[in-house]
């Protein structure tokens, strides 16, 4: 079975500092996926990374994928009240390609 | 830009009730995956339909089907209802099957008690 392991399940930090989230998983995906959901609402595609060390940067967040495409990386730098919100990675299960996995996520509280 | 309509927003249901859901894709998706959010939890794949044909299928209960119209909505029914089938429950749409991005709606929060 695959599973995706997200670290740290819960961060609070404060404007202006930097973060690193964590998905890690002992199995090989051929492109993971990285969402933000609000509270209420449904998850929002961030990025999709799918080569093995790519680098995909989206304002202040850089992501990264693993080398063997088993673990990414999202990282906020100067991190803002509007970053808040639970962050997952997903990835594709074996089915069909929207038929995702995902990480049971990192809930971001910026504080001003 | 249109986005996954998803209604009602809001259902509240009683034990062995039945719920129907629905979904509409953004215009001109064929695909929609349906996805279960329990209080807490990831969000769980339970069925999608490319082309009003179910194209895979995860952890759906027996008690659930779903199809997908000619028009590309989709509903989810939802049969003898349970106290665990509380969630939040999310439609998706995607063109095509092949690395297209899913689209969420905003989810049905279903209350079964």
């Known amino acids: 079975t695959q599973l995706l392991e997200q670290s740290p399940q819960f961060l609070s930090i404060q404007e202006g500092e930097n973060l690193t989230v964590y998905c890690n998983s002992s199995s090989v995906f051929s492109s993971l996926q990285w969402y933000r959901q609000e509270p209420g609402e449904g998850p929002v595609l961030l990025v999709t990374?799918?080569?093995?060390?790519e680098v995909k940067k989206l304002k202040r967040l850089t992501f990264q994928f693993g080398d063997a495409r088993k673990d990414s990386s999202l990282h906020i730098t100067a991190a803002q009240p509007g970053d808040t919100g639970l962050y997952l990675c997903?990835?594709?299960?074996?089915?069909?390609?929207?038929?995702?996995?995902f990480g049971k996520g990192t809930k971001l509280s910026v504080k001003p | 830009a249109a986005g996954v309509i998803q209604s009602p927003r809001h259902l509240i249901k009683e034990k062995r009730e039945t719920a129907t859901l629905k979904c509409y894709p953004i215009p001109r998706h064929d695909t929609v995956y349906w996805y279960q959010q329990g209080p807490g939890q990831d969000p769980q794949f339970l069925i999608s339909f490319y082309e009003k044909m179910q194209s895979d299928k995860g952890s759906i209960p027996d008690r659930f089907s779903a199809q997908q119209f000619s028009d590309y909505h989709s509903e989810l029914n939802m049969s003898s209802l349970e106290l665990g089938d509380s969630a939040l429950y999310f439609c998706a749409s995607s063109l095509g099957q092949s690395r297209s991005p899913l689209h969420f709606g905003n989810g049905t929060r279903l209350t079964v008690t």
């Open positions: 990374v799918v080569t093995g060390g």
């Open positions: 997903a990835g594709a299960g074996g089915g069909s390609q929207g038929n995702l996995i």
